[in-house]
T-cell receptor, first 112, second 113 residues
Framework: QKEVEQNSGPLSVPEGAIASLNCTYS??????FFWYRQYSGKSPELIMS????GDKEDGRFTAQLNKASQYVSLLIRDSQPSDSATYLC????????????FGTGTLLAVQP | DVKVTQSSRYLVKRTGEKVFLECVQD?????MFWYRQDPGLGLRLIYF???????EKGDIPEGYSVSREKKERFSLILESASTNQTSMYLC????????????FGPGTRLTVT
């Protein structure tokens, strides 16, 4: 059974701080990893994708991947109240399918 | 920008009714997906399609069927709606290749009474 695990939170950080969101996955064959942001009552929005070990930066967001430890994380620098949302980690299956497994998400609350 | 649209944002149906949810994407993606999202259970895959007229069951296909007659359109059908199918239904589309990126529509919140 392929699984993606996230702490449900809430993770509370003050405005301007770094928020660190973590995710572990069970399938060693997985090659693609994604972070989605979901505001309450809205659909998930893709914000980051990462395929290789190491860091990938995009604006205030940094995704980190460690395949040996089966661990992927998302750092949000200079957190803003508008970043308050649920962050979903998603992992692509190994092989030819294009299916994703989603974690249940971490609720982030940025306090002004 | 990828655009995925869904036929309704909110829908209220009675038990036993046949329900159609439609999804349209404008990016010429091969793959389309239907998920439902419930509190505490996350996103669960109902069905997906990798080509016109092709479909595969996801993790929770019972009580659902799908249709993909055109590349841009993927429909989810609840043959006889039940109260346990009250949920948020999300359609996504994505291309082939390593990326596996999926882009979601706005969702349909279905209530079955």
């Amino acid at each position: 059974q392929k699984e993606v695990e996230q702490n449900s939170g809430p993770l509370s950080v003050p405005e301007g701080a770094i928020a660190s969101l973590n995710c572990t996955y069970s399938d060693r064959g997985s090659q693609s990893f994604f972070w989605y942001r979901q505001y309450s009552g809205k659909s998930p929005e893709l914000i980051m994708s990462i395929y290789s070990n190491g860091d990938k930066e995009d604006g205030r967001f940094t995704a980190q991947l460690n395949k040996a430890s089966q661990y992927v994380s998302l750092l949000i620098r200079d957190s803003q109240p508008s970043d308050s949302a649920t962050y979903l980690c998603a992992v692509g299956y190994g092989g030819a399918t294009n299916k994703l497994i989603f974690g249940t998400g971490t609720l982030l609350a940025v306090q002004p | 920008d990828v655009k995925v649209t869904q036929s309704s944002r909110y829908l209220v149906k009675r038990t036993g009714e046949k329900v159609f949810l439609e999804c349209v994407q404008d990016m010429d993606h091969e793959n389309m997906f239907w998920y439902r999202q419930d509190p505490g259970l996350g996103l669960r895959l109902i069905y997906f399609s990798y080509d016109v007229k092709m479909k595969e069951k996801g993790d929770i296909p019972e009580g659902y069927s799908v249709s993909r007659e055109k590349k841009e359109r993927f429909s989810l059908i609840l043959e006889s709606a039940s109260t346990n199918q009250t949920s948020m239904y999300l359609c996504a589309s994505g291309g082939n290749g390593q990326g596996y990126e999926q882009y979601f529509g706005p969702g349909t919140r279905l209530t079955v009474t």
